[in-house]
């Protein structure tokens, strides 16, 4: 944000970009798991649903 940032200024900003890029992707990876388990356990409660009502 400062147009003429000195070297520790820009230091620091990298660290902040790089932790702020690792919260990121691990907050993608929690996500993602999050979703792949939803459906896995939606998926596994349609069939057995299905299997209770056909059988």
Same mark, same amino acid.
């Given at each position: #944000?400062?147009?003429?940032? *000195?070297?520790?200024? !820009? *230091?620091?900003?990298? !660290?902040?970009?790089?932790?702020? !890029?690792? !919260?990121? $992707? =691990? *907050? /993608?990876? $929690? +996500?993602?798991?999050? &979703?792949? %388990?939803?459906? &896995? =356990? $939606?998926?596994?409660? /349609? +069939?057995? &649903?299905?299997? %209770? #009502?056909?059988?």
């Amino acid at each position: #944000m400062n147009p003429r940032p *000195n070297k520790p200024d !820009r *230091n620091a900003s990298g !660290r902040a970009v790089a932790a702020d !890029r690792q !919260r990121q $992707l =691990l *907050n /993608a990876g $929690l +996500i993602n798991a999050g &979703l792949v %388990t939803g459906s &896995l =356990l $939606l998926g596994a409660t /349609a +069939i057995a &649903l299905w299997v %209770t #009502m056909v059988f």
